[in-house]
């Protein structure tokens, strides 16, 4: 066995077992989970946090269970997502605070955090770190609630901050999802000039939803499809107006059809309630969530295109999803978007309403020129993909230094 022992963080999966439809932060997790297994499943260990602050390194049989029972509940296939959990909850829960599974004598760690998890509570994380005597990797997704806090649930912006608290006092190494969260980060912590290593590493695409099966829905009129969870933040608000004016402008049997896809999110009552009241919406535009993925491969092999409006990203990772599928995007103007879709999508300031209009009019027929030459564009684009991502991470990790890069006392009040 080469390279320190690798201790993978599923926290947050067994919490969201309950959930049919994965979020973006669930696929990483899942991903790491499954190139680990492939390519180092000699030193890796999975382990949980205990929601009193104690960490458990769990049984590997139970967790390989739990995760390949999450991924069946993901495709859609009959699963025990929910049982294989409660099993691990069972022990995690059972296990007490001062009983733990021997670490290999002599054998550094690493602890991979993955999501952000638990990442509010800087002292329960260093007394992981200080058990398996391991150093800190982890990913930062965004850093939205602290630049862009008019986005974020109350008091969000204020447990962000104190997750950057903990990478900035704790992490050896930051993985960031992009450039531009790598920018963001950089301007809220102070730690990484002085040793720890900024890692950028774009996100993979499941396999899954590169290789669906072809579009089953039996569309009568031409339809877009938009991915996410219903928040402001999203810009789900500028696509119901502009739906709006299609009905008014083509009557609402030519308008085309909007699907969106996601959970209900936060602060989100005047969307859902414009989506209830208004009566050209009605029959035009339909909202679902917990679509398996399967599921949303093959409605949205049948759009005319994604649309992602969002007024701030820190991947889009829905973006590189339809790209990979072969199906035209028009996106906003976001840094972050431009780095997941390179130059294959149309890019639109997400506050100019007539110039989505007019996009969303020149790609309703799907052999139009502007969608055509979209289209011409996705053949040139590469889907990133999850074994490129794990790698460079496995490779800096691998590279760290054998022992943390200081004293965990010397940088955070435990």
Not at 250 to 255: F, H, K, V, W
Request: aromatic share 6%.
């Amino acid at each position: 066995m080469n390279g320190p022992e690798l201790l993978l963080d599923i926290t947050r999966l067994m919490r969201r077992a309950r959930h049919t439809t994965p979020t973006g932060i669930d696929r990483v997790e899942m991903a790491y989970a499954d190139y680990l297994s492939r390519h180092a499943n000699d030193r890796l260990v999975h382990t949980a946090m205990h929601p009193c602050g104690w960490h458990v390194r769990l049984p590997a049989s139970a967790a390989h269970r739990f995760l390949e029972e999450t991924a069946r509940q993901w495709r859609g296939d009959k699963s025990k997502s929910r049982q294989a959990a409660l099993r691990l909850w069972s022990v995690l829960c059972l296990t007490s605070p001062r009983f733990r599974w021997p670490a290999q004598v002599g054998r550094p760690g690493v602890y991979l955090l993955l999501s952000h998890t638990n990442l509010e509570r800087p002292a329960a994380v260093a007394r992981a770190l200080a058990t398996e005597r391991a150093r800190l990797a982890c990913l930062v997704h965004d850093v939205i609630p602290l630049t862009h806090p008019e986005f974020a649930r109350a008091g969000v912006a204020e447990v962000h901050r104190r997750r950057i608290e903990t990478v900035d006092a704790l992490a050896d190494l930051v993985i960031c999802n992009s450039q531009a969260t790598t920018y963001a980060i950089g301007a809220q912590i102070n730690r990484i000039t002085r040793g720890a290593r900024l890692l950028t590493a774009p996100l993979g695409v499941t396999p899954m939803m590169a290789t669906a099966p072809p579009s089953t829905p039996q569309a009568t009129a031409p339809y877009f499809v938009m991915l996410g969870t219903i928040e402001p933040r999203k810009n789900h608000l500028l696509l119901l107006q502009l739906w709006q004016r299609l009905v008014a402008q083509m009557g609402p049997a030519r308008a085309p059809r909007l699907h969106l896809v996601g959970r209900s999110g936060w602060e989100n009552a005047h969307i859902l309630n414009l989506l209830e009241r208004s009566s050209a919406l009605h029959g035009v535009v339909t909202l679902s969530h917990g679509k398996s993925d399967r599921e949303v491969a093959a409605l949205l092999r049948g759009a005319r295109a994604l649309l992602m409006p969002s007024l701030a990203e820190g991947f889009g990772l829905p973006v590189a999803e339809a790209l990979a599928l072969g199906v035209p995007v028009i996106a906003s103007d976001l840094p972050a978007l431009r780095e997941a879709g390179g130059g294959a999508p149309d890019y639109l300031d997400p506050l100019d309403g007539p110039a989505w209009l007019q996009a969303i009019r020149d790609y309703l027929d799907k052999d139009a020129p502007r969608r055509q030459a979209q289209l011409g564009r996705i053949t040139a684009w590469r889907a990133p993909t999850w074994d490129d991502h794990c790698r460079v991470v496995l490779e800096a990790i691998d590279r760290l230094p054998a022992t943390a890069l200081r004293s965990r006392e010397a940088n955070l009040a435990i």
